[in-house]
Every structure is written in C-alpha cells, then in structure tokens.
C-alpha cells in the first residue's frame, strides 16, 4: 500500500460531457509525457527512466485502473510529494488522446537560520534534530522544532521563549529555507535552594556538595 500522500487528480484539457469523459478507456494513448509542477517538460533521459515504472504503454487503450496503478509506481520512488494526471483529448476524432504525468517533488531544505539574542547559535542549532539541511521538508516538523527549541531554551534559564519561523520557497529548485526569530525573554535564576534532610550526617555531606558546586 502506498503511504504519504497521493492526489490522483485526472484533468481533462478541453471542454468534455460526462458521458464523453466516460469513454475515454475507448480511447488509444497516443504519447506519454511527463512534467514537472512548474509545468515544464522534463529531460527525456529522466522522463525515459520514469516510464519503465508505468503500467502503460502508447498504443494502449486507455485505463482508470492502470493509469492509478502508474501513479502509484511513480509514488513509492519517494521522490514526489504530488502526482497528477492530465489526459489531453484534443485527438478523441482520431481515437487518442495524449497522457501527461505531472510530477510535483520533494521540497527539501535548503538552509535553517536562527535568531536568538544572547544564545550561541551552534549550540542552538544543535538542539534540533527533527530539521536538518538536505532533509524533506514536511509543515508537521516546524511544531516538532519549535518544541526542542524551547525544551533548549528552559535548560538555559529561558522558561517563556517566544518564537516565530517564517518558510521561504523556491519553487524552481524545490528547495525551503526556514527562519527562526526567538525572543528569549528574561531568564530565571535559582535564588535560594531549602534542602530539608532528616540525617544530620547526611545533611552536612549535602551541603558540602552544594557549596562546591557553587564556587564555579
């Protein structure tokens, strides 16, 4: 079973009845294209190699099964996020019709900046583990982030950090980079610990500990 996401969306390219739009198993495919979700051809050496995982063919009849069993090929390569069909009948008086693939990739992450007055950014930056450059770019992980943000922030005395991201798109790389502005806000300090232990012995070895902790 294919996981993720799969859109299977059969767009018609001209005006069609519904009862012409069901005969279109009637009709032969003429070609098989692939683009991309910029609507751009792409390369033939890419394109040859996509269509060796579809279940049909120029020349074949065609059909709905088929033609969702091709989208699902195409799917489990993990290299798409979308997978359309747009099915162009301009040639129905002939017989045919041309088959175009529209294939929408993985965005992946370009570059994750950090803003955070006061915090070094290495150490920040190593606190998050769910965004990673080179990564695929998924919405669902920006929440998981800012959790090990603040997680991050509260080990350093930041318990109420305000953060804000803002995503940048290039859509013709498919590449994001995300930005993160964190208003660290005061932090808080431990004034004065109360330690209450019942063991005198153990009470005097405690607080020695305590007191040479805090020479450093």
């Known amino acids: ?7 299977f969306v059969l ?3 001209c005006c069609l009845t519904l009862h012409s739009a069901t005969d279109l198993k009637k009709l032969k495919i003429a070609t098989i294209q692939f683009k991309n979700h910029l609507d751009k051809p792409i390369p033939k050496h890419t394109a040859d190699k996509y269509a060796i995982l579809l279940d049909v063919k ?14 699902e090929n195409l799917y489990r390569t993990g290299l798409f996020s979308n997978i359309e069909t747009e099915v162009d009948i301009t040639g129905k008086d002939s017989g ?3 088959l175009v693939f529209k294939l ?13 007055p006061g915090v070094k950014n290495k150490d920040l930056r190593k606190a998050i583990f769910s965004l990673r450059r080179d990564f695929d770019f998924n ?16 080990s350093r005395g930041y318990f109420n950090p305000e953060i804000n991201h803002h995503i940048t798109k290039d859509h013709e790389s498919a590449r994001v980079e ?8 005061k932090p808080v300090f431990i004034k004065k610990t109360n330690l209450t232990v019942p063991n005198q012995k153990l009470f005097d070895e405690l607080q020695l500990i ?4 805090a020479q450093y």
């Open 58 to 71: 120029p020349a074949d009849n065609f059909n709905y099964k088929q033609n969702r069993k091709s989208m």
């Open 104 to 116: 929408t990739p993985r965005y992946k992450i370009s570059e994750i900046k950090l803003k955070a």
């Open 96 to 98: 045919q019709l041309d």
């Open 11 to 13: 767009v018609c390219l």
């Open 139 to 154: 919405n669902n992980l920006i929440e998981t982030a800012k959790t090990e943000i603040t997680t991050f922030m509260r």
């Open 210 to 213: 305590f007191m040479d902790h």
């Open 178 to 185: 995300i930005e993160f502005d964190i208003n660290p806000g």
């Open 1 to 7: 079973m294919v996981t993720g996401i799969l859109v």
